[in-house]
């Protein structure tokens, strides 16, 4: 269903709107500024709708198949694997994803509801990095 989400967004011009933004501010040729921008806009489109899976196809469409298989021959499976595993870092900093985030703090009956989310950003960010460094590395 939330990859259903994703697909209805790129439908609608989503993944076109962001590769124009994106293609037009990023420096032409380089791999590593487009590696960035993959990883970093599935963590945030992640975070903004909840989970990696309705992120995936509107990055993919604007940055991954355009910029990083076809301009710079990466491996797709890499790509696209390492892609959805920075996405999930973004799944550990959302509110928007309440099962993981929300509930346990409730179930808990934790003082602060987003206590679970402050927890997991010390392992978010750094594994963002790693996710970034990997598919800059290993893909291409």
Do not use: D, R
Not at 38 to 66: D, E, K, Q, R
């Amino acid at each position: 269903m939330l990859s259903t989400l994703g697909i209805l967004f790129t439908k609608a011009g989503v993944g076109t709107a962001v590769s124009t933004l994106v293609t037009g501010v990023m420096p032409k040729g380089s791999l590593l500024a487009a590696v960035i921008v993959y990883c970093l806009g599935m963590f945030v489109f992640t975070v903004l709708m909840g989970n990696g899976f309705a992120a995936f196809p509107i990055m993919t469409a604007a940055i991954g198949w355009p910029v990083l298989v076809q301009q710079f021959h990466g491996n797709p499976a890499i790509i696209f694997a390492i892609g959805m595993l920075a996405g999930f870092c973004g799944t550990l900093c959302t509110p928007m994803a309440a099962n993981f985030n929300l509930v346990p703090s409730a179930l808990l009956e934790m003082k602060n509801k987003y206590g679970v989310i402050g927890a997991q950003l010390g392992t978010a960010f750094p594994l963002l990095v790693v996710n970034t460094a990997l598919m800059y590395f290993l893909a291409f």
